[in-house]
């Protein structure tokens, strides 16, 4: 079955193609400004023909969002392209995790959902790198452990410009060293290492709490800035909360 899974976030939107479990194609576009029922379709159309993808070919589609107001005009524009209801999903989907909180993002259940379905046999930590920065914590047998919400790296790193009136705007990587002697290097050393000391601490931490050593997941835009520069970090993949909405949405 070919499915379009989508997941609306606070700073971007991802769309993937599923081949039965196998997602083989993935883009993203941004969530702001926010569109149009009559503009997500066509820009939609636009990017079905660069990727080849044959809306009739298509027999279902997931969503799972973060941003109310966009998921009607996401499914308005769904029903226009593939003349199909899409399955909204959310943390009151029925599946093997305990979501426990009424108050859980519909990205963070996912997460726990995918890590849960994929990672068997042991306890998981995902690591969003998104919008917020968070830390979820997923039992062997689907019990939500708990999670951290805190300040995304992004977010940080352009309210830290917009409130600076000589900092610049950076690309966000590794830097030549710990210690910089420019502004740009001094810049990115702290945004890196000082946000890859809160997530090996979150780490640390939840394995301290939990009693375990937790396989731990990362996921979300800068995931792959931070995966190589920890050994605490186990796997990225940026498709992951992806994933856990394909399992959510796929027997509905």
């Known amino acids: 079955m070919n499915s379009i899974v989508i997941n609306i976030g606070n700073s971007n939107i991802r769309f993937g193609l599923f081949n039965d479990d196998n997602c083989d194609i993935s883009w993203v576009i941004n969530t702001k400004p926010y569109r149009t029922a009559d503009e997500l379709y066509v820009q939609m159309l636009m ?11 298509i027999e279902k589609v997931i969503i ?38 009424k108050q859980m993002g519909t990205d963070i259940y996912a997460n726990l959902v995918a890590a849960h379905n994929l990672y068997p046999g042991r306890k998981k930590i995902i690591l969003d790198f998104g919008t917020a920065l968070t830390a979820s914590c997923v039992a062997e047998d689907g019990e939500t452990m708990g ?68 396989f731990v997941v990362a996921t979300g835009g800068v995931s792959h800035v931070y995966k190589p520069l920890t050994n605490k970090i186990h796997i990225a993949d940026r498709l992951h909360t992806l994933k856990g909405l394909y399992f959510l949405g796929k027997d509905k």
């Open 147 to 214: 999670v951290i919400i805190a300040p995304g790296i992004v977010t940080s790193l352009n309210s830290l410009i917009s409130q600076t009136a000589q900092l610049p705007e950076i690309e966000l990587k590794k830097p030549k060293s710990v210690l910089g002697l420019d502004t740009v290097t001094c810049m990115q050393s702290g945004m890196v290492y000082g946000f890859l000391g809160m997530v090996e601490g979150f780490i640390d931490r939840i394995n301290d709490e939990v009693n375990d050593d937790c």
């Open 64 to 101: 799972g969002s973060v941003v109310p107001q966009l998921t009607k005009v996401m499914s308005s524009a769904i029903k226009k392209i593939h003349d199909i209801t899409p399955v909204i999903v959310d943390r009151t989907t029925p599946s093997e995790v305990q979501a426990k909180s």
């Open 47 to 57: 990017l079905y023909q660069t990727y080849k993808i044959e809306p009739q070919e």
